[in-house]
């Protein structure tokens, strides 16, 4: 079965543009997305779960289906697990032909590409903020077993022991909190 799914976008607010198209390419049925946004996918999930194998799902844009290379990588994962082939119309990838059983895989690759490069800039942002004597990550947020510990430390009275097995902090961390 040809099945065609559609979401707004700014370019096609009321999914006319699409619909033409997707007639045009023969599709049997077709899903319509009620609105543009990325984290509301309702059409999308239930199409997901009714595609079966060797359905052909078919967009017009990628875009129209995917809101992010991951998303898409995802998807095509999904899909090509599942025998379900996909097909987009303006980059024209068919995975029914061998060309677009490469595309699965280069997907995949720029994804992994787009990991590194992420991760890697992070590493260098974090060393150049350590070099520059700044502090790196998530700031510490004081709860309150730690306000209590410090409190039981500093009114001297009580030993690390005693300190560890009332509040569940441990000598390192508490030192760790001591040193800011």
């Not at 607010?13 to 049925?29: I, M, T, V, Y």
């Not at 899903?31 to 009714?50: T, W």
């Not at 980059?91 to 595309?103: A, H, K, M, P």
């Not at 441990?170 to 909190?177: A, D, N, P």
Request: glycine share 4%.
């Amino acid at each position: 079965m040809l099945i065609g799914y559609m979401r707004p976008y700014q370019g096609d607010l009321e999914c006319k543009d699409q619909a033409s198209q997707l007639r045009e390419s023969g599709c049997d049925h077709w899903v319509i997305e009620e609105h543009a946004s990325p984290k509301q996918r309702i059409k999308l999930e239930e199409l997901l779960q009714l595609l079966q194998s060797n359905d052909v799902l078919i967009v017009t844009k990628l875009f129209a289906l995917a809101d992010s290379t991951r998303h898409l990588a995802e998807l095509l994962h999904n899909f090509n697990e599942r025998q379900i082939n996909f097909i987009s119309l303006y980059e024209s990838i068919d995975t029914r032909l061998e060309e677009g059983q490469y595309f699965y895989k280069n997907i995949h690759s720029l994804l992994h590409f787009q990991t590194d490069i992420i991760s890697e800039n992070t590493k260098k942002g974090m060393y150049e903020a350590k070099q520059r004597g700044s502090k790196v990550g998530r700031p510490r947020k004081l709860d309150d077993n730690i306000k209590k510990a410090i409190q039981m430390y500093e009114s001297k009275k009580y030993s690390l022991l005693q300190i560890r097995e009332e509040t569940g902090i441990s000598k390192t961390t508490l030192y760790r909190y001591l040193e800011n």
